[in-house]
């Protein structure tokens, strides 16, 4: 199940060995498993995703670096 949220902190990812990239702030979209989190989004025409561990996505979230939108029912 895709979520929404919000980059309102530095969140970063590593592409293999290479250095830490940051996401943008803003508008994202959130698809959680049991290992890893996949966060998409925009920066302008550019359209960026990454997987990130699941543990490092909780601290993201405990700091409030991502935060969570509320989903309306349907």
């Known amino acids: 199940m895709v979520k ?3 980059i309102k902190g530095k969140v970063s990812f590593r ?3 290479g250095a830490h990239i940051n ?3 803003g508008p994202c979209e959130i ?3 049991a290992q890893d989190v996949t966060i998409s989004w ?7 995703a990454t ?3 699941i543990t490092d996505f909780k601290r993201y ?3 409030r670096a ?3 939108l509320a989903t309306q029912p349907a």
Do not use: F, K, N, R
Not at 42 to 48: I, L, P, S
């Open 4 to 6: 929404s949220a919000h």
């Open 15 to 17: 592409q293999g060995d």
């Open 23 to 25: 996401i943008p702030l």
């Open 31 to 33: 698809e959680e498993t």
């Open 42 to 48: 925009v920066d302008g025409e550019t359209h960026g």
């Open 51 to 53: 997987a990130i561990p």
């Open 61 to 63: 979230v405990a700091t």
């Open 66 to 68: 991502i935060v969570l």
